[in-house]
């Protein structure tokens, strides 16, 4: 009966090791590094995510675009995608209308593999606009993309959304030297946390 039992024990260890690999597997099988972009004109902020692209595959873009008269949403008008590469091959793809508030997401689909340049024109009463985005890479099958791994040297970022600043008294500028005002000269006291704070007696009588 013994032999039984190890026997059965084995048999589950096993199974169990390939259970988790099998479950490695299939979570890192199709992990792939997308891409995200932010530029700014005089009149629009861009912020951009798209997955990696491979030639014959259908991907969605997220264009967020920001009024940059009160940082809102761009609620309104058409955006042209405009890709060409330089064997002067070009890709046409319009949004007729934000898919939601601010978030534009056109549907792209490569016939060749390559480096693309950009031109994202925006049509419309609230704004116009034409943003360049440069390096659009696409690759020719999936072996050819760099694992996420690879990509990113595991720094973990603090994720603060688009949809998330819209809804709050919220602005970015790219970041310049300015010279600071004068702050307010006041008295005060420093104390420690009460955790922190101890009294130590003393072992032997002062002199």
Same mark, same amino acid.
């Given at each position: 009966m013994s032999h039984l039992i190890r026997f059965a024990f084995c048999l589950l260890l096993f199974a169990l090791g390939l259970g988790c690999q099998s479950r490695d597997e299939a979570t890192t099988e199709? #992990?792939?590094?997308?891409?995200? =972009?932010?530029?700014? !004109?005089?009149?629009?902020?861009? *912020?951009?995510?798209? &997955?990696?692209?491979?030639?014959?595959? #259908?991907?969605?873009?997220?264009?967020?675009?920001?009024?940059? /008269?009160? *940082? /809102? @949403? =761009? !609620?309104?008008? /058409?955006? !042209?995608?405009? *890709?060409?590469?330089?064997? %002067?091959?070009?890709? !046409? =793809?319009?949004? #007729?209308? @934000?898919?939601? &508030? %601010?978030? *534009?997401? &056109?549907?792209? /689909?490569?016939?060749e593999a390559g480096v693309y340049d950009l031109e994202l024109r925006l049509e419309g009463?609230?704004?116009?606009?034409?943003?360049? =985005? &440069?390096n659009v890479r696409v690759f020719a099958d999936e072996a050819a993309i760099p694992h996420a791994a690879e990509a990113a040297a595991g720094v973990e970022l603090i994720t603060f959304l688009k949809e998330q600043q819209w809804k709050i008294d919220f602005r970015t500028e790219p970041a310049q030297t300015r010279k600071l005002s004068g702050s307010v000269k006041a008295v005060g006291e420093i104390l420690p946390k009460a955790q922190w704070h101890a009294e130590v007696p003393a072992l032997v009588n002062g002199v």
């Open positions: 199709h #992990e792939h590094e997308g891409t995200s =972009v932010t530029l700014w !004109t005089e009149k629009t902020e861009l *912020f951009m995510e798209y &997955p990696a692209l491979i030639a014959g595959q #259908e991907a969605a873009f997220a264009v967020h675009l920001s009024d940059l /008269k009160d *940082f /809102k @949403p =761009v !609620t309104s008008g /058409k955006l !042209t995608c405009v *890709f060409k590469n330089a064997a %002067g091959g070009d890709l !046409t =793809v319009v949004a #007729e209308s @934000p898919s939601y &508030p %601010g978030i *534009f997401r &056109p549907l792209v /689909k490569f016939s009463e609230q704004v116009a606009d034409v943003i360049r =985005v &440069p």
